[in-house]
């Protein structure tokens, strides 16, 4: 019987380990991706629509990533080094990204709602070739695989279980067996 304690003490512990919470981590800051479709709706470049992606941390609000063909020229995080995105009490306004070379554009975030975002541009440098357009953007959701538990919990547990009924089954056959008669003197 003396050998069994320390025994039931070992899957005690194992089962109480096993099914312990997981201490929660620490928030860390998301990455949140979008994209943005421009419809040109003023000036010299009307018709046109134009598309890009950006991507901003979620505790600096600093871009991370910034994609946008204009004009035959590529740009990205690099071209506005002050580009962030801008909220109001948690709502999303906009996108704050501007380039002062020709071709000079900004996105202009919205005042109030991110419906009064826009896009202005002007293509030489004396203004008379300007226009604007509107902002659509798309928040691009991806599954977060992170977050599925893997299988060692569950093997630990189970593991425990199935040892725990083992030693259950030991003890009740020890305790079965008749104790034997001792001989008198």
Same mark, same amino acid.
């Given at each position: 019987? %003396? ?8 899957? @005690? ?32 470049? %009307? ?5 890009? %992606?950006?991507?901003?941390? &979620?505790?600096?609000?600093?871009? @991370? ?7 035959? %020229? ?26 002062? @070379?020709?071709p000079a554009f900004s996105f202009v975030p919205g005042f109030f709602d991110? &419906? ?29 695989? &992170? ?16 040892? &725990? ?21």
């Amino acid at each position: 019987m %003396t050998s069994l304690l320390p025994k039931l003490a070992f899957v @005690t512990t194992g089962l109480a380990l096993g099914m312990a919470v997981v201490q929660p981590a620490p928030i860390k800051a998301a990455v949140v991706d979008y994209t943005f479709d421009i419809l040109i709706d003023s000036g010299p470049l %009307t018709p046109n629509s134009y598309s890009g %992606t950006f991507s901003y941390n &979620s505790q600096t609000f600093g871009l @991370t990533d910034f994609s946008f063909l204009f004009q035959g %020229t590529q740009y990205d995080e690099g071209d506005d080094p002050n580009a962030s995105v801008i909220f109001d009490n948690g709502v999303f306004l906009g996108l704050e990204y501007s380039v002062d @070379t020709l071709p000079a554009f900004s996105f202009v975030p919205g005042f109030f709602d991110v &419906s009064e975002a826009f896009f202005a541009y002007d293509l030489d440098a004396i203004g008379s070739q300007g226009g604007a357009g509107s902002l659509a953007f798309t928040r691009v959701v991806t599954p977060d695989t &992170s977050a599925v538990p893997g299988p060692l919990p569950l093997l630990g547990a189970a593991a425990c279980f199935g040892y &725990s009924r083992r030693l259950r089954q030991r003890i009740q056959r020890t305790a079965a067996v008749p104790a034997p008669a001792s001989k008198p003197d």
